[in-house]
């Protein structure tokens, strides 16, 4: 009985391997799929999704005094003296003295500033091309803490201590050299 057993099953595995094609198992592939769907759904309820807030012009206000418009403090770093600009244009080019930048004069001016613009706390220095590191950090020193014996640099009042750095506009060109007068 035994033996007619193994006989059949051996002739059935023949079979199936005369034929050439497995029997194909479904049940691993709803498996991963019953998964797949379950992972799908449970992701896209709790996915956030992202408000873009507006706000709307409310009813029309009456006119309010003119606020004092941003001063944008601007340092030019050229190579032969240091410029300081505003929201108005240029407020003072200071020379080179002994080959160097005159950083205690820009320190005192930028106090002076400060001073007049107390809630301002940013500057832009704005470099030529080949300025060197050194006196790049120096300059930033320099904006950065009210000068020595300063009451402000005493209590630790910071001047300017937003610093952003950019390359310097370049110098208008010189207008063309006026005609010789002819003999």
Do not use: C, W
């Not at 929201?87 to 005192?108: F, P, S």
């Not at 706390?121 to 300059?139: A, F, G």
């Not at 390359?167 to 007068?181: E, F, Q, S």
């Amino acid at each position: 009985m035994r033996s007619s057993r193994r006989a059949l099953r051996e002739l059935e595995r023949n079979e199936l391997a005369n034929k050439g094609e497995p029997p194909i198992n479904l049940v691993p592939m709803i498996d991963i799929l019953t998964v797949l769907v379950l992972y799908l759904l449970v992701g896209t309820i709790f996915r956030t999704f992202t408000v873009l807030q507006l706000n709307l012009p409310g009813p029309p206000q009456p006119a309010q005094q003119q606020e004092k418009p941003p001063l944008d403090l601007k340092v030019v770093l050229r190579k032969q003296r240091l410029e300081v600009h505003d929201h108005n244009g240029t407020v003072r080019v200071l020379d080179n003295a002994a080959a160097e930048y005159d950083t205690k004069a820009l320190g005192l001016l930028l106090a002076d500033v400060k001073r007049l613009n107390v809630d301002e706390e940013s500057v832009t220095l704005l470099l030529e091309p080949d300025i060197k590191y050194e006196l790049l950090v120096k300059v930033m020193d320099t904006v950065r803490v009210f000068p020595e014996g300063s009451t402000e640099r005493t209590q630790g009042i910071p001047m300017f201590p937003s610093i952003a750095i950019g390359d310097a506009p370049g110098l208008a060109p010189a207008g063309p050299a006026p005609a010789a007068p002819a003999p």
